[in-house]
């Protein structure tokens, strides 16, 4: 809102607020910048507003609700009664699942997709496929969920950590080829928060090392590198479709591959090892389990699809909005993108944050501070590589069996320091995907609220 002054044939002065578009209409761009600075003003004056937590009001009402997720439509709940009605509600009989596989594959550029019954099998599948197992070892991120190491573990070989880029918040891949020896069996990089991992990188040296290359792309669906959806580039990629993913359907996964053979290998380990068609085996032909996806979860994510672009392209404007702002905050470092990525699904939005640019504010405090104002965010993950689960693994029956307690205690300590892992979990803070589904003016509270708690941090840390 821009206040003009109009002298209307009298001598007293008449002040008549106009809009931006009112401003570029009647007196053309220059004053539309005036719009721009008078909206400065107000924001400026929201920041020097004393925060929430010290008494202030906060900048988002409670009446101000985040996007609901997952949001629902009329087909929704169409496609399932369909699927209720139909009395076929697993994938061996039903039509769903087939239909939902053609339509993921053909939106991403694949061959094959198998659904799966979540992103953690659909990695166990893919390891499977390539029949990775005991004495083998997979690099992976550090930064990252459980999941991708889980996966390794469940087929008795070895994950080895990379350490993670300070900037891209991705495997850091010139850590990867120091790490890579006669028992490495695959990369697993992930796709971290709906960005890219270094593709081109780690295709190379996966090339030159003559190793077989896993997408973790479980929480970056339309993601791309270099016009590629990911999943497509590496020789298999993974999805996941859990109740906070950009594709959701409660629980789900996708393993989607360019390779014919492994697709096979894949389908059979999903349905309990059952033989591969034309194999000339009948019953079972390998080893496996029941990682089918349903008729119903399939139906959901068939109806999620239909606004998944949309919704994809709000987060993408709305992020590179708010990293607009955010990156003029001292101490604020938004996550960047890889070179060639030329898309970010966005799952997350990420940032570092400097403690020392907001008088040594920490950053639970900071984080507090942020949901006085009503704006949630979180710490992300903490170093994967030192959980206690993995010290468990050196003590391990069948582990040990397999490669024996030097060895064990060799790979823990190989694998403790990872040092810019461990600056990036000190240091990060996340929101989430569907608060970048809202209007523009969502993104502006945020900005406004981090600066408002910058202005005001010496009295937080003290509160």
Sequence with gaps: MVLVL??????NLMIKPFSRRQCVQKFGTAASSLGLISQTIVSAKADEAKPAMLGGSPIRKKTDHWTKWPIIGENDARMITDVLKSGLWN?????????????????????HCLATANGTSALIIALAAMDIGPGDEVIIPPYTFAATVNAVLLHHALPIFSDTDLNTFQMDCNSITSLINANTAALMPVHLGGSVADMGRIMQIAGDKKIKVIEDACQSP?????????????????FSFQASKNLNAGEGGALLTNNSDYFEEARSFHNNGRAKPNSGVSGYGRNGANLRLTEFQSAILLAQMERLEKQSQTRESNAKYLTEQLQAIPGIMPAKMVEGCTRNAYHLYMFRYNSQAFQGLPRETFLKAL??????GSTGYSPLNKEPFLKVVTTNKGFLRIYGEKHLNDWYAKNAERPANDTICKD??????????????????????????????GALAKA
């Excluded at 109009?6 to 001598?11: L, N």
């Excluded at 339309?222 to 993974?238: F, M, N, Y």
């Excluded at 949901?371 to 949630?376: F, R």
Aim: glycine fraction near 8%; include cysteine.
């Design 428 to 457: 990060a803070v996340w929101f989430t995907q569907n608060m970048l589904l809202g209007p523009r003016s969502d993104m502006d509270q945020i900005a406004s609220a981090i600066r408002r708690i910058q202005k005001h941090a």
């Design 371 to 376: 949901a006085a104002e009503g704006i949630p």
């Design 6 to 11: 109009e002298s209307e044939a009298k001598p």
């Design 91 to 111: 994938r061996l009989s039903g039509p769903i699942t087939p239909k939902f596989e053609a339509a993921w594959a053909a939106r991403l550029g694949a061959k």
């Design 222 to 238: 339309l993601a791309e590198w270099k016009g590629r959806a990911v999943s497509t580039i590496g020789d298999i990629g993974c």
